[in-house]
């Protein structure tokens, strides 16, 4: 991504969940999956908030495809785990445990987002990935 090698920066990595966001619109999900794959993989698996963000477009890619669907869960599950009130992690997992009926999973998830100082969490998206 970087021409010197180097770890992508903070504009880099943003610039690269553009271009996949496109790439979804036109429906090229494995050229989106491609292009964040390799952004994650060359700035390494650090904990940052970029390299969450870019874990979680990952999982908003592989949801498309329903063999796919233990890679999201787990992503989505360890974004959690590093960071307990990751809002997209819970609304990404809230939405897939509803879509699957796991309906008491999925209000425990939404119930965290409650105190969210979002007031308007993005859930219609994360419905449209999983519909």
Do not use: W
């Not at 960071?83 to 998830?109: D, F, S, V």
């Amino acid at each position: 991504m970087s021409e010197s090698g180097s770890e992508p920066n903070a504009e880099q990595i943003e610039a690269a969940l553009k271009e996949a966001a496109l790439l979804l619109e036109r429906n090229r999900e494995a050229d989106a999956y491609t292009l964040l794959r390799s952004t994650l993989e060359e700035c390494g698996y650090a904990n940052t908030a970029e390299n969450r963000s870019l874990r979680m477009a990952i999982a908003n890619v592989y949801v498309l495809a329903p063999s796919h669907l233990r890679y999201t869960l787990a992503i989505a599950q360890e974004a959690l785990r590093e960071e307990p009130n990751n809002r997209e992690a819970l609304i990404l997992l809230g939405t897939i445990y509803e879509h699957h009926g796991l309906h008491k999973r999925a209000r425990a998830m939404f119930k965290r987002l409650e105190t969210d100082p979002d007031p308007d969490p993005p859930k219609a998206a994360a419905i449209r990935l999983v519909s």
